[in-house]
């Protein structure tokens, strides 16, 4: 063995040295680009390149057409394996030839170490071998030990669990979906099919889903979840094509199916469903997509002397303290004067926003809606599509070609928006067989103004401007609100004025108004976000000749309804039973004076409250007292 080592390196030392040089370094180029490119370039990919991803809940069909690609993840991964793979059985054989050859010269050296350390040429020619050896230890030797074997049997398990889970998902069963274990959030697709309500051609149009089997009410709702999943049934037709309450159950396993991709399985496990609530009358007139209803504690204020007779106030809220807070200010008012409310306005609104060619037009247009003769010309188109409501006024505004035209309706006992906004298109229709330029631009332009705070509700009112009024007697100042009056009067002065002022508030010369507003909106079925306009209210206190406390609060657009909407579920119907205005009244439109006098004097019974708490210095005491009760040992 030694005497081959030593010819070969004999012929080795007789090449020149340049030539040796170029030939090792081509040699070394050559071997890297063969060894390491010529491997086969789709057998360890992750997906091929025209693979799609499944159609699962997290992916959406855009991606699935555009390939891998589409999916950050899977995209880096393939990419990171599609070029060729290495030649790994190579790399082996040569790590064990190179280990062999160079612990031989180790050991060749040692054999006869003494002559080869005198001997220059000799020993020029062992360093310049080990060498080429360390470059190639340095440089290749171990990869194929760590690569070759190891590292792609686990490339290859994770990609089979990844395919795993892919099925999985793909078979996932909404009963399975409140399973604990996590799962990758991804981004869900839009919604397969929105029909909105604004659009009835949208709710024909995918009314029939043609994929839906025929015997949809026979299977189970597991399997009528997935056809929901899998987008063969619409979400929105459930309860056409099954009864409203197995809808909802339906589509809580379909929604919890989806939430499950998003680690949020059994999100919807405390959300009660039934059998309270009957989804009957709720479906088509109150919500849509429906999987559940939130229950609110109704706490019931009074009695309080209103108008001369006695009321009780139902309360929907989670603010504690708010219905004790208020149920004090009634028992003050009711050993007072009682409560004395008057309604100086009763009309909701709509503002079309129209625009004409030039501003000259549009000037015209407001001239021609102010001339009596013309507006009874509007108020006949608008009455011939209600039999309740009535067209009290006109009051367009020009801001360069558009007009706005503010339509007061009177709507009976409705809140009235749908009749308002009904009765002004058939105005919009008079206006454009007189004025042909003219172009509707939108229904509402926002000077109504619904659900939006503004200066013209406050200044011009909208549905029922109410004031009410009540007198406390100093003793029960005293006894039963712990101030005095010259100190509530001071306090509501500074705060509710002034402070107000300062702050640049429209409407909002007031304690917490909105907080008793939204309160018995939600008891009795009103829309909830027309608490915004409906809370504009300015409290007012005064010291009597007599040392009594005067107190008024003024709430120019309160805008209820105890006909259509909310008013009809069962629960909101109670509660306007119980103040005793449910339903239409004997006269049009008195029931929904009278609880706009109830909405009206439970707020002036809150400010009473509140700021009397404020001129006590109270109001921290009694909120740690009502709002901060220690959670028991089932709420845990």
Known sequence: MTTIVATLIDRIDSIPSTHLYFAAVATSIVFSFLLLNSGDST???LMPPDAKLPADLGVCKDRQ???????????????RHAGPEPRWHILKILNYAAATSFTASVLYFASDYSRFLSDSASLLKFITGWSAFLVFFFGFFGISFVDADGLLAREEEEEARMRQQQQQQRQMQPAKSHSSGPVKSKLHPPASSAPACCDPTSMKTASSPSKAPTNVKELPDEEIANLVLANKIKDHTLEKLLDCDRAVAVRRLAFEAKLSTLNRGGALADLPSGPSLDYSRVHGANCEIVVGYIPLPVGMVGPLTLNGETVYIPMATTEGCLVASTNRGCKAITAGSGAISTITRDGITRAPC????????????????????????????????TNYGKLLSSAPTVAGRNVYIRLQCFSGDAMGMNMVSKGSLAVIDLLKSIFPSLDLVALSGNMCTDKKAAAVNWIEGRGKSVVVEAIIPQAIVQSTLKTDVKTIVHVNIQKNLIGSAMAGSVGGFNAHASNIVTAVFLATGQDPAQNVESSNCI???????????WISCTMPSVEVGTVGGGTSLPAQSACLKAIGCKGGGETPGANAKQLAHVVASATMAGELSLLAALAANTLVQAHMAHNRKPATSSSK
């Open 43 to 45: 057998h360890h990919a």
């Open 65 to 79: 057409r555009q390939g891998p690609a589409a999916d950050g993840t899977q995209s880096s991964h393939h990419h």
């Open 354 to 385: 129209v625009r004409m060619k030039s501003a000259k037009e549009a000037a015209h247009l407001k001239i021609w809606c102010e001339q009596k003769d013309n507006f009874a010309l509007m108020k006949d188109a608008f009455e011939s599509t």
């Open 539 to 549: 409290t007012l206190m005064e010291e009597t000749d007599e040392g009594d406390l």
